[in-house]
DNA sequence: TTCGATTGTAGAGAATACTCCGTGGTAGAA
DNA sequence: TTCTACCACGGAGTATTCTCTACAATCGAA
C-alpha cells in the first residue's frame, strides 16, 4: 500500500469522523478545497507541512495520518493466503 | 516544535543509529545527498512520498519519523516553568 | 422540478520540493 | 602535512506540489 493511499484513507475516515466537509477542513486548515479533494484521491503526495495542518484541525498527531492499517487478524480454515498487495 | 524540526531531529537520530552516512542513506533511499543533508538542517517540508522511502532504508515506518519526541517528565522544584518553545 | 450542499475534475500559474553541479571546512588516520 | 570521510552550503535547473477559477455530477430536501 503506497503512502498516499494511506495518508488518503486516513485523512478521509478522520475527515468525516470530525463532521467535516472538504471545504470546511480545508478553510481551517488553511488550504485550497479541491486540493483536500486531490488528497483523498492519490493524486498528490503531500508535503509534511500539509500533512501537519490537517492533523491539528482533526484533532490528530501528524504521525497518526500515516499509520498504516493494522492487519485485521486473520480468521482462516484452509483459504489462500492473501498478501498485502504491496 | 515545527514539523520540519520533529523530522529532521528523527531522521538524523535514526540514520546514525544505522550506522550510515548521509550519503549512504541517500544512495540506498535513491535520493541526492545534499538533498539529505538539507532535510536533517530543516531547509525543506518533504513530500510524505520521501519520508516513507527514508522510512524504508532505515527500518521504521514512516508514521514514526514525524512522531515528536515525548515530553521528559518534568522533575522541578521551584524553577521558572519552561514552554515547549513552540 | 428546483434548490443547496458536497464532491470530482480540468487547466493554468505560483510556489516549493528535489536533483545535480561545485566549493569549502572539520576531524581523524597515515 | 597529506589523505580520506563526512558534512554544510551555494546556484541553477527540473519536477511536483499547491492555489485559483470554473464547470459538472450527485444527493437529499423543499
Known amino acids: 500500500m503506497e503512502i498516499r493511499e494511506v495518508f488518503a484513507i486516513n485523512l478521509r475516515r478522520r475527515r468525516q ?5 472538504q ?12 486540493y483536500i479533494s486531490a ?3 492519490c493524486v498528490y503526495a503531500a508535503s509534511i507541512e500539509v500533512v501537519d495542518r490537517l492533523a491539528r484541525e482533526l484533532g490528530v498527531e ?23 498487495g504491496e
Not at 471545504?23 to 479541491?34: F, G, P, S, V
Open 39 to 41: 488528497l483523498e484521491r
Open 17 to 21: 469522523a470530525a463532521g467535516l466537509s
Open 62 to 84: 501528524a504521525s497518526e495520518l500515516l499509520q498504516r492499517p493494522s492487519v485485521p487478524k486473520i480468521r482462516k480454515k484452509g483459504g489462500a493466503s492473501k498478501t498485502t
Open 23 to 34: 471545504e470546511e477542513l480545508a478553510h481551517r486548515a488553511e488550504l485550497d478545497r479541491t
